[in-house]
């Protein structure tokens, strides 16, 4: 079963989503599980996992709505504030909802580079565990020193890197960031998505040789055990269609065996996410 980690879907609010911004028109508009069905159809993949991408309960619940409705919507990676002081109240709410599957923060987006250390944030991390919950790790390459310390203080918590923490691959900006993943993939519980790449390369003239030296320091240092594959769509679609997303994947574990590239398209993401 070939399984899709990571995909979105979104009422579409030019306010709440203003990081859609004009560069990005081809996604101004909703997307819908009836927008993705097909694509999915088309491209020989059973099922997905739905990610949040706005940060509000409203948004988690839409989630887990479109996921009761659709079968092939195997899971959710919703949001909740992990801060919050009655946080095991609120997972032991979302717990009872078999579909959700863990959360996400948009780490990205916080002006402290050390915001996934905070106290309080550390606190909901490790109220996650007893749920079962997984956490999805969005960052920037910036951002990875502090994400070494944050993999080491939650050494049984089942974490995963969202698009391979977003490398400047337009730019080739491999040195730095290859060290960081290096560290990182040196804890057993830290799975990373193949996922998001196209959206950090040259929108217009990206070229698959140009995600290889990333591809192979991340299945390098994680082991094909450890890499989910991952659309990003509906956002994947400002530089690329989806055949050519999972091209660049396929292409690059064509190589291995089948029972790796198996794990890589599917089963990793069926263990890791409890699907």
Same mark, same amino acid.
């Given at each position: 079963m070939?399984i899709?980690? %990571?995909q979105?879907?979104?009422?579409?609010d030019p306010v709440r989503d203003?990081?859609?911004d004009e560069?990005?028109e081809?996604?101004?508009?909703d997307?819908?599980?009836?927008?993705? &069905?097909? +694509?999915?159809a088309e #491209?020989?993949v059973?099922?997905c996992v739905?990610?949040? &991408?706005?940060q509000?309960a409203?948004?988690t619940a839409?989630?887990?709505?479109l996921?009761?409705? %659709?079968?092939f !919507?195997k899971g +959710? +990676?919703g949001w909740?504030?992990?801060?919050?002081? #009655?946080i095991?109240e609120?997972?032991?709410?979302?717990? $009872?909802?078999?579909?959700l599957?863990g959360?996400?923060?948009?780490?990205?987006g916080e002006?402290d580079n050390r915001?996934?250390?905070?106290?309080h944030?550390?606190?909901? !991390?490790?109220?996650?565990?007893? %749920?079962?919950? $997984? /956490?999805d790790? @969005?960052?920037y390459?910036k951002?990875?020193?502090? +994400?070494?310390?944050f993999?080491?203080?939650?050494?049984?918590?089942?974490l995963?890197?969202?698009?391979?923490?977003?490398?400047d691959i337009k730019?080739?900006?491999?040195d730095a960031?290859?060290?960081h993943?290096r560290?990182?993939?040196?804890?057993?519980?830290? /799975?990373?998505?193949?996922s998001?790449m196209? $959206?950090?390369a040259?929108?217009q003239?990206w070229?698959?040789?140009?995600?290889?030296?990333?591809?192979?320091v991340?299945?390098?240092?994680f082991?094909? #055990?450890?890499?989910v594959?991952? *659309?990003?769509w509906?956002v994947c679609l400002?530089a690329?269609?989806y %055949?050519?997303v999972?091209g660049?994947v396929?292409?690059f574990?064509? $190589?291995l065996?089948t *029972?790796e590239?198996?794990q !890589?398209?599917?089963?990793?993401a069926r263990?890791?996410?409890h @699907?």
């Amino acid at each position: 079963m070939v399984i899709d980690a %990571h995909q979105h879907f979104w009422q579409y609010d030019p306010v709440r989503d203003a990081w859609i911004d004009e560069s990005m028109e081809a996604i101004r508009r909703d997307f819908y599980p009836e927008d993705l &069905a097909p +694509v999915l159809a088309e #491209n020989g993949v059973h099922g997905c996992v739905a990610v949040q &991408a706005d940060q509000s309960a409203d948004e988690t619940a839409f989630l887990l709505a479109l996921a009761d409705k %659709h079968d092939f !919507i195997k899971g +959710v +990676v919703g949001w909740t504030d992990l801060r919050a002081e #009655n946080i095991d109240e609120q997972l032991a709410q979302y717990a $009872t909802h078999p579909k959700l599957k863990g959360f996400r923060h948009i780490v990205q987006g916080e002006p402290d580079n050390r915001f996934i250390l905070g106290e309080h944030f550390c606190r909901g !991390i490790k109220a996650l565990a007893k %749920h079962q919950f $997984t /956490y999805d790790i @969005l960052v920037y390459p910036k951002q990875l020193p502090a +994400v070494e310390e944050f993999v080491r203080q939650f050494p049984e918590q089942p974490l995963i890197i969202d698009h391979l923490a977003k490398p400047d691959i337009k730019a080739g900006e491999l040195d730095a960031w290859a060290a960081h993943m290096r560290r990182i993939a040196q804890s057993p519980n830290v /799975y990373c998505k193949l996922s998001g790449m196209v $959206t950090e390369a040259d929108w217009q003239q990206w070229e698959p040789a140009h995600f290889r030296p990333f591809l192979e320091v991340t299945l390098d240092a994680f082991g094909a #055990n450890r890499l989910v594959y991952g *659309s990003d769509w509906p956002v994947c679609l400002v530089a690329a269609r989806y %055949h050519e997303v999972k091209g660049i994947v396929t292409d690059f574990i064509s $190589t291995l065996s089948t *029972s790796e590239q198996e794990q !890589i398209m599917g089963g990793n993401a069926r263990s890791f996410y409890h @699907l």
